[in-house]
């Protein structure tokens, strides 16, 4: 067998195989030899039909057997000889066995990059306060106190973004009042309907306004426009306001706090302290491991196999579009997002694939592993939070296939806490 190997681009490789007639016509004639042994045929025993006979009727299969086999073996005994794990599937050529000539063929093939990380202990890294700020608690208050917010009449005033009016609308084409809808609310914000038509800017013409003013709009009428015959036609939308309406936030005293289940508002600012605590100690932690992750792939200059992740990163496109869609998101706006989807998704896969690979890569250098007694704590941790078994979590784990992926999770965060350890943290 002669193999050349190929580099074909970053991370891709082209093995081209030769191999000689006569191992493809030994294969041939064992193969042969098998049928002829185990094959009945009409008029003749087990065993017993002439060779002619058997290779007329099954030369064919025969051939087809021989070629995936060789190939097949070739293949393998290459990649242990060379030392290559391919990532993804191969691509081979186009394979045709001709008697009496060599079996030629191409495979294309991805493999994992090749590399050296020297400096990842005693990484640099500041640490962010975790206390929670009395404006921090101010700020959770006042999202409370808005959540329970009403609409109330604004006497006096502008209409400010984020309000609703109670108004008049009308809708002119050509000079004459073709729709009318009187005392109708419209949230002051860009892109809400007016008369089934969208106003991109509505929240800036009718800011600043006062109640009894009036305002004109050019539009196009949109084609679900409730008279048919002026769809799509040049109008000018008239909008009197008659009346202004605000969210008010609810007050902030200890009768609030006892609606949401405390004795005070101290009890209540108390509590909500020690949450936000809880939460920027969590963002602490997450900020420092992506500090560890920067510095890593900042320092370590690898290319990643294109096909593998240009894979990866329409899996990720297709899972965030599907999520919009679920979310409500009409397809058209989804569809003038893509680009932006596609360019996002792209960035934070090569971000993981590369931050994946270097945290493997210190795992070998250090020897960190994960032991079966730590999978099985780590399953019996997944059930308890979802009060159910360890067997089902481990048997559902087994038939998506992901005992794998859990493995190496743990695998990298015991890396990173490794990391963390050993690192220099300021702060």
């Known amino acids: 067998m002669n193999v050349t190997i190929e580099d074909a681009g970053p991370c891709k490789k082209v093995l081209k195989f030769e191999i000689p007639k006569e191992t493809i016509e030994g294969e041939f004639e064992k193969k042969t030899i098998e049928v002829c042994d185990t094959v009945e045929l009409p ?3 087990k065993g017993r039909a002439p060779r002619k006979l058997v290779e007329k009727r099954f030369g064919s299969q025969i051939k087809d057997e021989v070629k995936q086999s060789v190939v097949s073996d070739c293949y393998q005994k290459t990649l242990e000889e060379q030392k290559l794990s391919p990532v993804g599937n191969p691509k081979f050529s186009e394979i045709e066995l001709e008697m009496g000539k060599p079996l030629t063929f191409d495979v294309t093939l991805e493999v994992w990059p090749s590399f050296e990380i020297n400096q990842y202990k005693g990484l640099k890294l500041k640490k962010k306060p975790a206390n929670a700020t009395d404006e921090d608690v101010q700020k959770v208050l006042m999202d409370m106190a808005f959540r329970k917010a009403q609409l109330t009449v604004v006497k006096e005033g502008t209409v400010k973004k984020g309000d609703h009016i109670i108004g008049d609308c009308k809708v002119e084409v050509g000079g004459n009042t073709v729709f009318e809808d009187d005392d109708v609310e419209i949230p002051v914000v860009n892109g809400v309907p007016v008369a089934n038509t969208t106003i991109q800017d509505l929240a800036a ?3 600043n306004m006062k109640s009894g003013e009036e305002c004109k709009i050019d539009v196009k009428l949109s084609d679900n426009f409730v008279k048919e015959e002026y769809r799509g036609k040049d109008a000018k939308i008239r909008l009197k306001v008659k009346e202004i309406k605000r969210l008010i936030p609810a007050d902030i005293h200890d009768d609030f706090a006892k609606t949401m289940g405390f004795d005070s508002l101290e009890d209540f600012k108390s509590n909500i302290r020690k ?7 969590k963002w602490v932690e997450d900020d420092l491991k992506n500090q560890v992750l920067d510095v890593l792939l900042d320092q370590t200059k690898l290319e990643l196999p294109q096909d593998f992740l240009n894979h990866h990163t329409d899996q990720r496109v297709y899972k965030h579009q599907l999520d919009l869609l679920n979310r409500g998101v009409p397809l058209e706006e989804i569809q003038k997002q893509a680009d932006a989807i596609k360019n996002a998704s792209a960035e934070s896969v090569m971000r993981e694939l590369k931050a994946s690979l270097i945290m493997n890569h210190i795992a070998e250098k250090e020897k960190i592993f994960i032991t079966e007694n730590e999978v099985e704590q780590q399953i019996a941790d997944i059930a308890r939070s979802y ?9 559902q784990l087994e038939r998506q296939g992901n005992l794998s992926y859990l493995r190496n999770d743990m695998r990298e965060n015991k890396v990173m806490n490794f990391l963390l350890k050993e690192a220099s943290i300021e702060g």
């Open 43 to 45: 008029g003749f025993r």
């Open 275 to 281: 949450r936000i605590e809880i939460d920027k100690k």
């Open 205 to 207: 013409k009718l800011e």
């Open 387 to 395: 009060n159910t078994d360890i067997a089902r979590v481990r048997k």
